[in-house]
């Protein structure tokens, strides 16, 4: 390990707080008061540096915000041909009608930037910390509970490698790591089993999501290489989100719908 990273070697050694994620919180939300005091207080070159450096952070805000919000505008449509003879007047009238503006690539890209996604279960129960770990007992000092074990389906990638168990906080059984999933594709009414690749969002916490917890609401990324979907340019798409639709650790399987 280089030198000066303590903190991390600490972390190894002996984990976190129980209340470490709460603490976080709790200072992320008094952040905004923090900086509204130092806006107050500096003066001079230091004032100027911190408001140059807001105002890019609220512009950069702002451009996130409005990727949520999808235009309309007007444009052309090819409708049906109308049977019986159109009127000269309507011949050099172009019929107009309320349509998105960009193509279906490009409002991929901005959902994928913003954050936004059509998901077929948009809200889902949260998962308590209490439900998802189980305390472990380990060692001759028993008062010392740092251990959890996670008792939901887990995924890990290829290379992963455990770490001693001196240092292990979070234990994932072998038994409940899953590499498959079965994916419908809700257009063609098909299921395909196909590879995980790996955990997008966990909607219950930000922890589970780096853990790869896969639970009901989950939003996890499968490898669609064999199914031979392509981009407008041509492209084969490797990658596509899809979200977990039952909750696996009942069931033995994932079942997920993909997000087109």
């Not at 990727?67 to 052309?76: L, S």
């Amino acid at each position: 390990m280089p030198q000066g990273e303590y903190m991390e070697l600490h972390r190894k050694r002996y984990g976190v707080r129980m209340d470490q994620h709460e603490r976080e919180r709790k200072r992320d939300a008094r952040a905004g008061r923090r900086r509204s005091e130092q806006a107050r207080t500096l003066t001079g070159i230091k004032a100027k540096i911190y408001n140059k450096q807001r105002f890019k952070e609220k512009a950069a805000m702002k451009k996130a915000i409005n990727m949520h919000f999808e235009k309309d505008k007007t444009a052309k449509v090819d409708d049906k041909v109308r049977d019986g003879a159109v009127p000269a007047y309507l011949l050099d009238r172009e019929q107009q009608t309320r349509s998105k503006v960009l193509s279906n690539t490009l409002k991929q890209k901005r959902k994928e930037k913003a954050g936004k996604w059509d998901v077929p279960l948009p809200k889902v129960r949260a998962i308590a910390e209490d439900e998802m770990f189980k305390v472990v007992k380990t060692g001759k000092r028993q008062k010392k509970q740092w251990k959890r074990m996670v008792t939901k389906v887990t995924y890990v990638g290829e290379g992963f490698t455990r770490k001693p168990p001196k240092y292990e906080r979070f234990i994932r059984p072998m038994g409940l790591r899953f590499k498959k999933a079965h994916v419908t594709h809700p257009e063609l009414k098909t299921t395909f089993c196909l590879d995980i690749i790996g955990v997008k969002k966990n909607p219950s916490s930000q922890m589970f999501t780096s853990l790869g917890v896969i639970t009901r609401g989950t939003v996890i990324e499968v490898n669609v290489s064999e199914l031979g979907l392509v981009t407008n340019s041509g492209k084969v798409v490797w990658g596509k989100y899809a979200q977990v639709t039952n909750n696996p650790e009942n069931d033995g399987c994932i079942n997920a719908v993909l997000c087109v």
